[in-house]
Protein backbone atom coordinates (compact mmCIF):
# COMPACT_ATOMS: atom_id res chain seq x y z
CA UNK A 1 0.00 0.00 0.00
CA UNK A 2 2.95 1.92 1.27
CA UNK A 3 4.63 1.66 -2.33
CA UNK A 4 1.64 2.02 -4.49
CA UNK A 5 0.95 5.66 -2.62
CA UNK A 6 4.74 6.61 -2.81
CA UNK A 7 4.44 6.00 -7.19
CA UNK A 8 1.22 7.32 -7.39
CA UNK A 9 1.87 10.72 -5.20
CA UNK A 10 5.37 11.39 -6.62
CA UNK A 11 3.98 10.14 -10.04
CA UNK A 12 1.44 12.75 -10.26
CA UNK A 13 3.53 15.21 -9.13
CA UNK A 14 6.17 15.12 -11.19
CA UNK A 15 3.53 15.28 -14.27
CA UNK A 16 1.89 18.34 -13.05
CA UNK A 17 5.37 19.96 -12.92
CA UNK A 18 6.10 18.74 -16.49
CA UNK A 19 2.87 21.04 -17.76
CA UNK A 20 3.58 23.81 -15.65
CA UNK A 21 7.24 24.05 -17.10
CA UNK A 22 5.72 23.04 -20.21
CA UNK A 23 3.13 26.44 -19.64
CA UNK A 24 6.15 28.72 -17.60
CA UNK A 25 8.40 28.58 -20.84
CA UNK A 26 5.65 29.79 -22.96
CA UNK A 27 4.76 32.69 -21.29
CA UNK A 28 8.49 33.76 -20.96
CA UNK A 29 8.30 34.07 -24.75
CA UNK A 30 5.97 37.32 -24.56
CA UNK A 31 5.79 38.17 -28.05
CA UNK A 32 5.12 33.92 -29.27
CA UNK A 33 2.64 34.38 -25.77
CA UNK A 34 0.62 36.68 -27.07
CA UNK A 35 0.34 35.66 -30.28
CA UNK A 36 -1.82 33.02 -28.76
CA UNK A 37 -5.27 33.68 -29.27
CA UNK A 38 -6.89 35.20 -25.73
CA UNK A 39 -9.26 32.48 -25.15
CA UNK A 40 -6.67 29.98 -25.13
CA UNK A 41 -4.05 32.04 -23.54
CA UNK A 42 -6.99 32.32 -20.91
CA UNK A 43 -7.38 28.54 -20.49
CA UNK A 44 -3.69 27.70 -20.10
CA UNK A 45 -3.87 30.12 -17.50
CA UNK A 46 -6.34 28.44 -15.73
CA UNK A 47 -4.80 24.85 -16.40
CA UNK A 48 -1.33 26.60 -14.64
CA UNK A 49 -3.38 27.88 -11.63
CA UNK A 50 -5.05 23.97 -11.34
CA UNK A 51 -1.89 21.95 -11.79
CA UNK A 52 -0.33 24.95 -9.21
CA UNK A 53 -2.86 23.88 -6.60
CA UNK A 54 -2.43 20.36 -7.41
CA UNK A 55 0.94 20.50 -7.01
CA UNK A 56 0.90 21.89 -3.69
CA UNK A 57 -1.66 19.42 -1.84
CA UNK A 58 0.20 16.31 -3.82
CA UNK A 59 3.54 17.69 -3.23
CA UNK A 60 2.87 17.87 0.60
CA UNK A 61 1.48 14.50 1.00
CA UNK A 62 4.12 12.88 -1.26
CA UNK A 63 6.72 14.39 1.10
CA UNK A 64 4.89 12.84 3.88
CA UNK A 65 4.75 9.48 2.12
CA UNK A 66 8.62 9.69 1.08
CA UNK A 67 9.54 10.33 4.76
CA UNK A 68 7.58 7.37 6.15
CA UNK A 69 9.35 5.55 3.49
CA UNK A 70 12.17 6.47 4.78
CA UNK A 71 11.36 5.93 8.57
CA UNK A 72 10.47 2.47 7.55
CA UNK A 73 13.47 1.79 5.87
CA UNK A 74 15.83 2.48 8.77
CA UNK A 75 13.12 0.45 11.63
CA UNK A 76 11.25 -2.02 9.17
CA UNK A 77 13.42 -3.49 6.87
CA UNK A 78 12.76 -6.72 6.27
CA UNK A 79 9.19 -5.90 4.95
CA UNK A 80 10.79 -3.81 2.14
CA UNK A 81 13.89 -6.63 1.05
CA UNK A 82 11.70 -9.95 0.77
CA UNK A 83 12.38 -11.57 -2.24
CA UNK A 84 8.48 -11.06 -4.24
CA UNK A 85 9.56 -7.07 -2.34
CA UNK A 86 13.09 -5.70 -3.26
CA UNK A 87 12.65 -5.57 -7.22
CA UNK A 88 9.60 -3.36 -7.21
CA UNK A 89 11.07 -1.31 -4.30
CA UNK A 90 14.70 -0.77 -6.16
CA UNK A 91 12.76 -0.24 -9.10
CA UNK A 92 10.42 2.65 -7.57
CA UNK A 93 14.00 3.98 -6.11
CA UNK A 94 15.42 4.33 -9.19
CA UNK A 95 12.79 5.64 -11.62
CA UNK A 96 12.09 8.45 -8.97
CA UNK A 97 16.15 9.33 -8.96
CA UNK A 98 15.79 9.20 -12.91
CA UNK A 99 13.71 12.49 -12.68
CA UNK A 100 15.51 13.98 -9.48
CA UNK A 101 19.24 13.83 -10.87
CA UNK A 102 18.41 12.56 -14.99
CA UNK A 103 18.09 14.85 -18.02
CA UNK A 104 14.28 14.98 -17.06
CA UNK A 105 15.25 17.34 -13.83
CA UNK A 106 15.20 20.20 -16.04
CA UNK A 107 11.59 19.54 -16.04
CA UNK A 108 11.03 20.20 -13.15
CA UNK A 109 12.93 23.68 -12.62
CA UNK A 110 9.20 25.67 -12.10
CA UNK A 111 8.75 29.21 -10.75
CA UNK A 112 8.75 29.33 -6.89
CA UNK A 113 8.44 25.44 -6.45
CA UNK A 114 9.35 26.47 -2.57
CA UNK A 115 5.22 27.48 -3.08
CA UNK A 116 4.65 24.17 -4.47
CA UNK A 117 5.94 22.13 -1.24
CA UNK A 118 8.33 20.57 -4.13
CA UNK A 119 11.77 20.11 -2.23
CA UNK A 120 14.12 18.23 -4.91
CA UNK A 121 16.61 18.40 -3.03
CA UNK A 122 14.97 17.15 0.06
CA UNK A 123 13.93 14.41 -2.15
CA UNK A 124 16.68 13.37 -3.34
CA UNK A 125 18.83 13.76 0.37
CA UNK A 126 15.90 11.46 1.93
CA UNK A 127 16.32 9.00 -1.31
CA UNK A 128 19.72 9.00 -0.92
CA UNK A 129 19.33 7.88 2.84
CA UNK A 130 16.66 4.85 1.96
CA UNK A 131 19.15 3.65 0.00
CA UNK A 132 21.75 3.55 2.22
CA UNK A 133 19.42 2.02 4.83
CA UNK A 134 18.46 -0.76 2.65
CA UNK A 135 22.46 -1.20 1.62
CA UNK A 136 23.14 -1.96 5.09
CA UNK A 137 21.54 -5.31 4.60
CA UNK A 138 23.36 -6.85 2.36
CA UNK A 139 24.59 -7.18 -1.22
CA UNK A 140 20.75 -7.92 -2.49
CA UNK A 141 19.22 -5.02 -2.42
CA UNK A 142 22.11 -3.03 -4.87
CA UNK A 143 21.77 -6.61 -7.19
CA UNK A 144 18.27 -5.16 -7.55
CA UNK A 145 18.97 -1.82 -7.86
CA UNK A 146 21.10 -3.11 -11.10
CA UNK A 147 18.40 -5.53 -12.41
CA UNK A 148 16.30 -2.66 -12.71
CA UNK A 149 15.88 -1.99 -16.70
CA UNK A 150 13.47 0.59 -17.17
CA UNK A 151 15.88 3.57 -14.82
CA UNK A 152 19.07 2.18 -14.02
CA UNK A 153 22.34 3.70 -14.91
CA UNK A 154 25.03 4.48 -13.07
CA UNK A 155 25.07 8.26 -14.47
CA UNK A 156 21.94 8.55 -12.11
CA UNK A 157 23.85 8.11 -9.31
CA UNK A 158 27.09 9.64 -10.13
CA UNK A 159 24.90 12.71 -10.84
CA UNK A 160 23.43 11.62 -7.73
CA UNK A 161 26.84 11.65 -5.88
CA UNK A 162 27.53 15.21 -7.07
CA UNK A 163 24.48 16.54 -6.24
CA UNK A 164 24.77 15.53 -2.85
CA UNK A 165 28.50 16.75 -2.36
CA UNK A 166 27.93 20.33 -4.02
CA UNK A 167 25.05 20.81 -2.11
CA UNK A 168 26.31 19.29 1.25
CA UNK A 169 22.90 17.80 1.51
CA UNK A 170 24.23 14.92 3.91
CA UNK A 171 26.74 14.85 7.05
CA UNK A 172 30.27 13.55 6.00
CA UNK A 173 29.68 10.30 7.48
CA UNK A 174 25.90 9.79 5.39
CA UNK A 175 28.04 10.90 2.15
CA UNK A 176 30.94 8.42 2.88
CA UNK A 177 28.58 5.35 3.04
CA UNK A 178 26.47 6.77 -0.14
CA UNK A 179 29.82 7.08 -1.47
CA UNK A 180 30.49 3.41 -0.86
CA UNK A 181 27.22 2.23 -1.49
CA UNK A 182 27.01 3.92 -5.40
CA UNK A 183 30.60 2.04 -5.64
CA UNK A 184 29.81 -0.97 -4.79
CA UNK A 185 26.56 -0.83 -7.25
CA UNK A 186 29.24 -0.04 -10.10
CA UNK A 187 30.96 -3.30 -8.93
CA UNK A 188 27.30 -5.28 -9.19
CA UNK A 189 26.53 -3.49 -12.87
CA UNK A 190 30.35 -4.70 -14.08
CA UNK A 191 29.18 -8.31 -12.53
CA UNK A 192 26.17 -8.01 -14.44
CA UNK A 193 27.49 -7.05 -17.90
CA UNK A 194 30.17 -9.76 -17.68
CA UNK A 195 26.89 -12.13 -16.97
CA UNK A 196 24.90 -11.02 -19.60
CA UNK A 197 27.66 -11.49 -22.41
CA UNK A 198 28.47 -14.63 -21.18
CA UNK A 199 24.63 -15.67 -21.42
CA UNK A 200 24.76 -13.73 -24.94
CA UNK A 201 28.00 -16.15 -25.86
CA UNK A 202 26.09 -19.25 -25.95
CA UNK A 203 25.38 -20.90 -28.70
CA UNK A 204 21.57 -20.42 -29.67
CA UNK A 205 21.32 -24.40 -30.33
CA UNK A 206 22.80 -24.81 -26.56
CA UNK A 207 20.73 -22.27 -24.84
CA UNK A 208 17.54 -24.14 -24.68
CA UNK A 209 19.03 -26.77 -22.69
CA UNK A 210 21.42 -24.23 -20.51
CA UNK A 211 17.36 -22.52 -19.65
CA UNK A 212 15.94 -26.03 -19.38
CA UNK A 213 17.97 -27.29 -17.12
CA UNK A 214 17.78 -24.40 -14.78
CA UNK A 215 14.34 -25.55 -13.73
Do not use: G, W
Given at each position: MLLNDSIYLLDEVLLKLTKIKET?????????WFNIPADTRHELEQELQNNQMYVGTF?????????????LSDNSIDTFLRPEMI????AMLNYFLSHLTGPQRKNLAV???????????MLLTTLAQIYIN???QGSSFAEAVVR???SFSLDLFNDA???LKSHKLLPPDRLAEFVRF??????????????????????????GLFIFSSF
Open positions: ESKMLNREESRLANETVLLLHYDRVSKRSNKLNFNPRFHRDDRLRIVKFVEKKSSEKKVEDQALDDIPEEFL
